[in-house]
């Protein structure tokens, strides 16, 4: 495992918001009562190969609807956040545990629930209707604020893991916001896309036990003292609970 790539599993581990963020900073504003909280970071912008290496799912298809925002309890002490689920509705799979027709969750984390309001300057919220390539990641273990659901996040920062629709382009294409990346056409690049890797997301479980054995080696050579792994370990272990949503 590389440095880049094991720093993006600790940074995806321990923080969780809904991508790698290399470079978080986050303001808390008390408002007339409103509290607001704003995030602003910049991701990992991955290479094509590792977006298709550490993505689940990669489909074709249209954002149609949100659940609208809801707060998001993560059991680890950490401040309550705000999250929206869009729905996207499948018409091409490439790669994934999905079919055509299906309409999965993707989760953001921002919006406004009751009197907290997150504003999120590193993901934007996709309008309805668009039509997008998404790189979607699963993370089914107890940790942050993942809850007990069956849901998707983006595998990057929104910027890089959503491709939109280019209505102007001849031939179907799809266009990312992140600076320099080449545009996607559909047909003469789909199975391309695929043949770039390989590799599979690596399995959580897997993934749980990697961060278990270097919280434990961070101990024994004395960056974590007896509190802080303690912590760490309770929060990723097997009986950890999942985080609780509250509508």
């Known amino acids: 495992m590389t440095a880049k790539k094991k720093l993006g599993l600790s940074a995806g581990i321990t923080v969780l918001l809904v991508s790698v963020i290399s470079v978080l900073v986050i303001q808390i504003v008390q ?9 602003r970071g910049c991701g990992y912008d991955y ?5 298709v290496a550490e ?7 249209k954002f149609v609807g949100d659940s609208g925002a809801f707060i998001v309890e993560p059991t680890n002490g950490a401040d309550s956040s705000v999250f929206t689920d869009y729905y996207f509705q499948i018409t091409d799979v490439l790669r994934g545990d999905a079919d055509v027709g299906d309409t999965v969750s993707v989760r953001l984390q921002g919006g406004r629930k009751d009197n ?3 504003k999120n300057y590193y993901d934007f919220a996709p309008a309805q209707g668009s039509e997008a390539i998404v790189f979607l990641c699963k ?3 107890p940790v942050g604020y993942i809850t007990n ?10 910027t890089r893991s959503f491709y939109f629709l280019d209505s102007s382009a001849n031939k179907p294409t799809y266009k990312c916001d992140t600076y320099g990346i080449e545009p996607i056409v559909w047909e003469d690049e789909k199975e391309s896309i695929l043949a770039l890797s390989d590799d599979m997301p690596m399995n959580m479980s897997v993934l749980r036990e990697g961060k278990l054995e270097e919280l434990e080696s961070d101990f024994k050579n004395g ?3 007896a509190a802080q792994y303690s912590k760490s370990v309770s929060e990723i272990s097997g009986n950890s609970k999942y985080a609780k949503r509250i509508d």
């Open 149 to 158: 659901e069956d849901y998707y996040l983006p595998t990057g920062t929104t």
């Open 55 to 61: 993505s689940h799912l990669i489909a074709r298809g």
């Open 116 to 118: 907290l309001y997150v």
């Open 223 to 225: 960056k974590l003292t």
């Open 139 to 141: 993370v089914t273990i």
């Open 47 to 51: 290479p094509m190969d590792e977006l």
């Open 31 to 39: 408002l007339s009562g409103l509290q607001i909280i704003s995030l």
